[in-house]
């Protein structure tokens, strides 16, 4: 049994690491190649397996792209708990939290979303499924706030509204680095927006 058990788990190992193997290799191929050009075939040739494995992990090249989307918007979320974390006291630097949001979308990586987001503009069944997908995101993003302020029952209008600015201005940041590669303009950016952000999101 012992035996048994051990297998299933090296077996589930090995599927998790071919997954996250070809949503790495998925998100390069769309930075590179953009949407189109992201073939399940040339994911899978960067990714160094047959497409046949490719399938097996992933059904569709949408199921693949939804994996790429999952797991950058997990990135995210994870920034937000752990700063909550890190927290001293009842003390929240804005700033902080930003740069921590920023090694995700000041990345190379993140720009795979936009490709995912522009490349599927004309498909409305797949653009439907990519507003499920960020209103999921975005809930769970709500929630690992309210975790953050414990004080605060539950988020108002205004506190909705501000962290879909506050999100809204790092995804333009993002496209901004295809325009500058001055990071020391983009730590001003970020301190701006968190001077901005701080009273709508940090009321007391």
Sequence with gaps: MRRSTHIRR????????????????????????????ATTTAIAARACVTTGALHHHFAT???L???????????????????????????M??????????T?????????IWEIIIGSRDDERLHERLVQHRERTMEALYQSWLRLNP??????????????????????????RFLKADEKYFSRQLKHLATIIAPLLLRR
Excluded: N
Aim: aromatic share 10%; with cysteine; hydrophobic share 40%.
């Design 151 to 176: 004080k605060i029952p539950k988020l108002d209008d205004q506190m909705v509204e501000a962290l879909e600015l506050l999100l809204s201005c790092m995804r333009g940041l993002c496209l901004e």
């Design 93 to 102: 630097d804005l700033e902080v939290l930003l740069e921590r949001l920023w």
């Design 61 to 63: 090249k949408d199921e």
């Design 104 to 112: 995700i979308y000041g990345s190379s990586q993140y720009w795979a």
């Design 10 to 37: 090296r077996q589930t190992d090995r599927s998790a690491e071919t997954q996250q193997l070809l949503i790495d290799a998925a998100i390069e191929v769309l930075c590179e190649s953009g949407f189109h050009g």
């Design 65 to 91: 792209l939804f994996g790429v989307l999952d797991y950058l918007s997990e990135r995210i979320v994870l920034q937000f708990r752990a700063f909550g974390r890190e927290r001293y006291g009842d003390a």
